[in-house]
T-cell receptor, first 117, second 113 residues
Framework: NAGVTQTPKFRVLKTGQSMTLLCAQD?????MYWYRQDPGMGLRLIHY???????AKGEVPDGYNVSRLKKQNFLLGLESAAPSQTSVYFCASSYPVPAEQRTDTQYFGPGTRLTVL | EDQVTQSPEALRLQEGESSSLNCSYTVSGLRGLFWYRQDPGKGPEFLFTLYSAGEEKEKERLKATLTKKESFLHITAPKPEDSATYLCAVQAWGSSNTGKLIFGQGTTLQVKP
């Protein structure tokens, strides 16, 4: 049981290049999330998904796209990378419980450190 | 607007010197408050969830408490291996169908031997 895994661990891009970050979870979780973490800014939600085939915007979605074609995978794409997208990216997943029950817990992957030159 | 503020930003302790980290929050109906630990170069690791004022949870040298406006993470007789960044997050009832969390900026704890 690997939990949440992320590929790649590190990447350096030049401005204007594109790339896709892959998140995979083996816990049969419905919900998945992409965050970015910058010094002094905490974790900020980029996009999220509440189920296979669904995606929604988070707090800082501009410049990113996502896809959830399979329940276990959540992809984050950068179509034209910019230096402002230099950050550490974390994926998380959770299993939803009914609203009246105690809340679900998000479990995080190890992160991808991205540098855009 | 839902918001989470953690203080202090950084804390240095001597081994064995107990202290507390603070997480203040404003949220339109608290469904849960989470504490995570994050080691350098790694993803956040879940520690606790608190649901209602007065609730307390413990794990080894850590104890988390909750009031209607803030949560404290008490560290008793810390050891160098407790050095990490501690993150606080809240989930509002309005986010119950998305699971979304709002995170604070974190407190970086350094425990010196």
């Amino acid at each position: 049981n690997a939990g949440v895994t992320q590929t790649p661990k590190f990447r350096v891009l030049k401005t204007g290049q594109s790339m896709t970050l892959l998140c995979a979870q083996d816990m049969n979780h419905e919900y998945m999330y992409w965050y970015r973490q910058d010094p002094g800014m905490g974790l900020r939600l980029i996009h999220y998904s509440v189920g296979e085939g669904t995606t929604a915007k988070g707090e800082v979605p501009d410049g990113y796209n996502v896809s959830r074609l399979k329940k276990q995978n959540f992809l984050l794409g950068l179509e034209s990378a910019a230096p402002s997208q230099t950050s550490v990216y974390f994926c998380a997943s959770s299993y939803p419980v009914p609203a009246e029950q105690r809340t679900d817990t998000q479990y995080f992957g190890p992160g991808t450190r991205l540098t855009v030159l | 607007e839902d918001q989470v503020t953690q203080s202090p930003e950084a804390l240095r302790l001597q081994e064995g010197e107990s202290s507390s980290l603070n997480c203040s929050y404003t949220v339109s109906g608290l469904r849960g408050l989470f504490w995570y630990r994050q080691d350098p170069g790694k993803g956040p690791e879940f520690l606790f969830t608190l649901y209602s004022a007065g609730e307390e949870k413990e794990k080894e040298r850590l104890k988390a408490t909750l009031t209607k406006k803030e949560s404290f993470l008490h560290i008793t007789a810390p050891k160098p291996e407790d050095s990490a960044t501690y993150l606080c997050a809240v989930q509002a009832w309005g986010s119950s169908n998305t699971g979304k969390l709002i995170f604070g900026q974190g407190t970086t704890l350094q425990v010196k031997p």
